[in-house]
C-alpha cells in the first residue's frame, strides 16, 4: 500500500523559505517518478516539480529558479525547497506518484505566505 506524508508547511514572509517534505511507504519509492502538486484556495490542483528516480528534475515555469526538488531513496523522502515565495505561492501542496497505474496523494501541507 503507498502511503504518503507531506510536512513542513506553515506561515512565512514573502521573500522567505520553507522545505516541504514527503515521506514514502513502499518499495516503490526509488523506482519512482514523484511529483510535487499545489492548490491554491478556490483554484485547480496545478503541478509544480517532478524528480525522476535517477534525479531528473523539472519545474513548472512559475517556480522555476526559486524552488529545488530533491529526493533521498535511502530515507524514501522528497524535498521541496522553496526559496523567494510570493503570496502566490500560498497553497496546500501535495505529493503524488504513480504506481501500478494509480495516482496515489498524500493529504498536503499547507503553505502561507504572507505579503
Known amino acids: 500500500q503507498v502511503q504518503l506524508v507531506e510536512s513542513g508547511g506553515g506561515l512565512v514572509q514573502a521573500g522567505g523559505s520553507l522545505r516541504l517534505s514527503c515521506a514514502a511507504s513502499?518499495?516503490?519509492?526509488?523506482?519512482?517518478?514523484m511529483r510535487w502538486y499545489r492548490q491554491a484556495p478556490g483554484m485547480q490542483r496545478e503541478w509544480v516539480a517532478l524528480?525522476?528516480?535517477?534525479?531528473?528534475?523539472n519545474y513548472a515555469d512559475s517556480v522555476k529558479g526559486r524552488f529545488i526538488i530533491s529526493r533521498d531513496n535511502a530515507k524514501s523522502t522528497m524535498y521541496l525547497q522553496m526559496n523567494s515565495l510570493k503570496a502566490e505561492d500560498t497553497a496546500v501542496y501535495y505529493c503524488?506518484?504513480?504506481?501500478?497505474?494509480?495516482?496515489?496523494w498524500g493529504k498536503g501541507t499547507l503553505v502561507t505566505v504572507s505579503s
Open positions: 524528480i525522476s528516480s535517477g534525479g531528473t528534475t
Open positions: 513502499g518499495s516503490f519509492f526509488r523506482f519512482n517518478i
Open positions: 503524488n506518484t504513480i504506481v501500478d497505474g494509480l495516482s496515489s
